[in-house]
């Protein structure tokens, strides 16, 4: 039998919640139903199994079911949050705020708007991950249509001041889109306390299956998009297209537990994740947390263990399926946008590792993985020329690398 | 991505881990690489009096590839002569470790830190 690695990517992916599975079973066999029949039982009941589902998420946000689209996840919600409203109000307003580490979906989607002719302002970060409020306030203009700023980041798990946020974007009259796909089941999130007029989510984040995430559309005052998906009309004309009702149940259970446990799940994973982080730093020095520990969702932590590099180290730990900040694994050598935009050098983000805790962790996976990662990082220091040059008190920015 | 059982091999029982004394007439220390890349391979090589390598050790700072390419070469350069090792090809590296494509560089700076210590041995050496 293969045993399985550990799994501690939680950022990345959930496992459908089998209490998820079993609402969703139904939906693909029996009532299988185009929700969009109006003639008859068939379409009926899948159509009451839709607007269950968007009750449990408008909920989970305390939103009207009214304001909730389905779509195929939260990169589509982005985008069409983003160039969505970016379209529609084009005539007055051609500037849209966003920040430097958000999510590719949000980056690429502003990306193409300018080269569109819009006008996007990248705010930067501070060294904990969060904007400056007074930036965002300096940099709202006549023009400006939209701001865009994530809940909580995918690869630090900070949480931005949404409600100070909300509330600028309010004042000036500028409508406010968070991507709260990390952040939704894990931190309260309340759209009227907020002022949230766009919110995107998605369900695998949240123990739903792949493929179904929502936008959450405010209607007073009423924010109006562009649609990217044209043809029946379906989703109040913004998002046309079948649902598939299974997905939607998954999505409306997912939302629905997740409302339910998250205090409960907030404690519990906060022990974990004092409990993993404290164990590493009694055993090894010169580990470093990127971004803020206190506005931080508990699932999640970003640690650099100096001299070791992340990719190396992966590999070292192949019983725990964790992420690293250093992008060698993909075709390009360069090392995390999201650290390098908290000002971690470079040097520093090649090794990070990415460490995410979820509902099924336990803690003996934070005690196995905690020692797993602590042996290797110290088999690594022995062996790396960056460890044994620092311990002899050479200063590694004295010297002239050959960058390749 | 998968690595090769090679690369596994190396990485998990790396060969002649650890470090020469620098300031001895007979050793040849070679550093290539940079922390801000990722990656840092320091290889050293002693020479005996007939000009062959007695001897390698290395310390690198990097993924399995780039690991497994060092401990790799400091096996194939004990016993040669400065000559014969200096012309070990990084294709040969990558070839033997089967590296895929992204991972060429790890090869290519084995054999930058190969010719990096000959060169440290012979400065070194032609003075003296």
Redesign the interface.
């Known amino acids: 039998m293969v045993t399985r690695p550990i799994y501690l990517d939680y950022q990345s992916t959930t496992p459908c919640d089998p209490r998820v599975l079993e609402a969703m079973l139904p939906y693909f066999t029996i009532d299988f139903g185009n929700p969009h029949s109006r003639s008859h039982f068939y379409g009926w009941q899948a159509e009451e199994a839709v607007e269950q589902a968007r009750a449990q998420v408008a909920r989970i946000l305390n939103a009207d079911p009214k304001e909730v689209i389905f779509t195929s996840g939260a990169t589509e919600s982005n985008n069409l949050a983003i160039k969505g409203v970016a379209h529609f109000y084009k005539a007055h307003k051609d500037h849209i705020i966003t920040c430097m580490t958000e999510h590719k979906c949000v980056l690429d989607s502003c990306r193409h708007l300018e080269q569109g002719g819009f006008k996007v302002t990248y705010l930067p970060v501070r060294p904990n991950g969060l904007i400056d409020l007074n930036k965002l306030r300096e940099a709202i203009t006549e023009r400006t249509g939209l701001v865009s700023i994530m809940a909580v980041n995918n690869e630090i798990g900070i949480i931005q001041p949404l409600e100070e946020i909300g509330k600028i974007c309010r004042e000036k009259g500028v409508f406010f889109h968070t991507d709260a796909a990390q952040a939704v089941g894990k931190i309260p999130i309340d759209v009227e306390a907020m002022n949230i007029d766009l919110l995107s989510l998605s369900s695998h984040k949240i123990y739903g299956p792949k493929g179904v995430g929502a936008l959450y559309v405010r209607r007073k005052p009423r924010v109006r998009l562009t649609a990217l998906i044209n043809g029946g009309g379906q989703e109040r004309g913004m998002r046309s297209g079948t649902l598939s009702t299974p997905l939607c149940v998954g999505l409306g259970k997912a939302c629905e537990i997740a409302g339910e446990e998250m205090l409960s799940e907030y404690k519990r994973l906060t022990a974990l994740r004092n409990r993993f982080y404290s164990t590493l730093q009694a055993e090894l020095e010169e580990i470093y947390l990127n971004g803020d520990l206190e506005k931080r969702i508990p699932g999640n932590l970003n640690i650099s263990f100096s001299?070791?590099?992340g990719?190396?180290l992966i590999?070292?730990i192949k019983e725990i399926a964790v992420s690293s900040g250093?992008a060698?694994?993909?075709?390009s050598?360069e090392?995390s946008y999201v650290l390098r935009a908290l000002g971690v050098?470079?040097?520093m983000a090649?090794t990070s590792l990415r460490i995410g805790f979820g509902r099924f962790t336990t803690e003996e996976d934070v005690d196995t993985a905690a020692q797993k990662i602590i042996k290797e990082v110290k088999r690594l220091r022995?062996?790396?020329?960056?460890?044994?040059m620092a311990r002899q008190g050479i200063d590694?920015k004295s010297?002239e690398?050959?960058?390749? | 991505?998968a690595?090769s059982q090679k690369v596994i091999d190396h990485?998990e029982n790396?060969r002649n881990?650890g470090?020469l004394d620098p300031k001895e007439e007979n050793v040849g220390t070679g550093?290539?690489?940079?922390?801000?890349?990722?990656?840092?391979?320091?290889l050293q090589i002693k020479v005996n009096d007939k000009g062959v390598i007695e001897d390698a050790k290395f310390?690198?700072?990097?993924?399995?590839s780039?690991?497994a390419s060092s401990s790799l070469v400091t096996e194939w350069i004990k016993g040669k002569t400065l000559e014969e090792a200096g012309a070990i090809k990084n294709t040969e590296i990558a070839q033997h470790l089967s590296l895929p494509p992204?991972k060429i560089?790890c090869s290519m700076?084995a054999e930058d830190a190969i010719r990096a210590a000959i060169r440290d041995y012979k400065e070194k050496n032609r003075a003296g």
Do not use: N, Q, R
């Open positions: 001299h070791v590099e990719e190396g590999m070292g250093s060698c694994t993909s075709a050598l090392p050098e470079e040097e090649h022995e062996m790396s020329p960056l460890w044994e590694l010297i690398w050959a960058e390749h | 991505m690595y990485y790396p881990v470090s550093l290539v690489g940079a922390p801000a890349c990722g990656d840092v391979m320091k310390k690198t700072f990097g993924c399995g780039a690991i992204v560089h700076l």
